[in-house]
């Protein structure tokens, strides 16, 4: 039995493409084939190339880059370490929003020093999203500084009960704060971590089940989902030290569909997390004829060597899934349809700011 409905393409706000810097990981062009392959049509890259995106001249390098590979649509992020607040005006038309870390992670740009990422608050326009990696009392932080300056804040992959609360509580005092949470922090937990071993380090870390279970439970309260997707190669996440990250463009989808089918969440809910509240809280207009096939009734196994990442793996290794993409339009273009993409590196676009 097959059941093949159309859903609005998904906007991915948060990936790691890799590119330029760690091409050998993920680039533009099999990062956004393993979009397509997710359903995904736009997706929104991260500033922590290994040379970081804190300036107009690399943000200008990375767009060239992007333009070029790109088969899905596509958005860039601005990044900061607080020192760099004269690039703003520069770059401002040209990105989806500005990151910054107020957390460690993967690169290492935490910004530590209040002053500067008070700064930050400041000098950034405001009718463009400041997206944070926040936790604890670092979302607190933010909160005061959104409330001080009146920014567009967006806590970006929230994990636990005490965080979203704290969001739930900011969201009654009528500011603009939104947040997201990732397929990882909904479907995998610490308890999935002894055979995950080094696949399952990610940042923030995996949670309880009873916080997976708050987020499941007050999805209303929550904005966008969004993957986090973050390669690292197999032998990295193999090592004594392994990487924080992990890849999530292809299975999230998936992963919800199989969701819906349980009763967990809505295809409402899905169209609502991944496509219109995107488009809301970015402020921009998905093309025309932008959507994806998927067959509800198909059950397959993710297997991760047959994924489009570079990285040839998945947390989900072996998981049965219900609910497969079959075909991907963008613009009107058939681009990807049984199990393979369909136009050249060049067919994305970077979404209009
Ligand atoms: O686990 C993570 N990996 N979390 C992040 O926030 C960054 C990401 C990366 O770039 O690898
Ligand atoms: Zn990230």
Partial sequence: MSKIIKLPGLIDIHVHLRDPGQTYKEDFYSGTC????G???????????IEPIFSYKKLTEKMTIAGQKAVCDFGLYFG??????????KVQKL???LKIYLNLTTGKYLVDDEKLVEKVFQTWPKDKVIIVHAEGDKIDLAIDLCRKYKNKLHITHVVTRNDLEKIMDAKLLKLSITCDVTPHHLFLTEKDLPYLDGFGEVKPSLASQSDADFLWDNLKFIDCIATDHAPHTLAEKKSFDPPSGMPGLETMLPLLLTAVSKNRISLEDI?????????RIFGFKQEENTYVEVDTEEKYMIKGEELETKCGWSP????????KVKNVFIRGTKVFSEEKVLVTPGFGKNIPQ
Avoid: C, H
């Fill in 95 to 97: 990105v989806t929003g």
């Fill in 34 to 37: 393993a979009a397509l392959a």
């Fill in 316 to 323: 989900y290794k072996g998981w049965k899934v219900k609910g």
């Fill in 80 to 89: 900061t370490d607080g020192k760099n607040t004269d690039e703003f005006s």
């Fill in 271 to 279: 169209v609502r997390l991944t496509n219109i509240n995107p488009q």
């Fill in 39 to 49: 359903g995904v049509t736009t997706v929104f890259d991260m500033p922590n190339n």
